[in-house]
């Protein structure tokens, strides 16, 4: 069974950090975190390869996320940092649909999501 759940979520201030956990029930899987703001679509946040050798981020959160993975503990995370009210959302955790690929950006891609845990920023 293929499972993923997401914690760390929670209310902070401008200009604070936070760092979200995913915990899988499987390895070795290209992974991603995803965020949706209320009345907005769903977007990809960073991305990172099978063996957490290479990474991407969308241009919005560059130099303030990082996102990791600790495949001993089939675990990825998101490290927030210097967080804006912008990036108040649910924050989504998925995995590729296929074992053992590399960085995976489009979303299609994914089949595995998490049911996601809140993030919000207050000025």
């Known amino acids: 069974q293929v499972q993923l759940v997401e914690s760390g979520g929670g209310l902070v201030q401008a200009g604070g950090s936070l760092r979200l956990s995913c915990a899988a029930s499987?390895?070795?899987?290209?992974m991603g975190w995803f965020r949706q703001a209320p009345g907005k679509e769903r977007e990809a946040v960073a991305v990172i390869s099978w063996n957490g050798k290479s990474t991407s981020y969308a241009d919005s959160v560059k130099g303030r996320f990082a996102i990791s993975r600790d495949n001993a503990k089939n675990t990825v995370y998101l490290q927030m940092s210097s967080l804006k009210p912008e990036d108040t959302a649910v924050y989504y955790c998925?995995?590729?649909?296929?074992?053992?690929?590399?960085?995976?950006?489009?979303?299609?891609?994914?089949?595995?999501w998490g049911p996601g845990t809140q993030v919000t920023v207050s000025p």
């Open positions: 499987f390895n070795n899987y290209a």
């Open positions: 998925a995995a590729d649909a296929v074992w053992g690929r590399n960085v995976i950006t489009s979303e299609s891609e994914y089949a595995y």
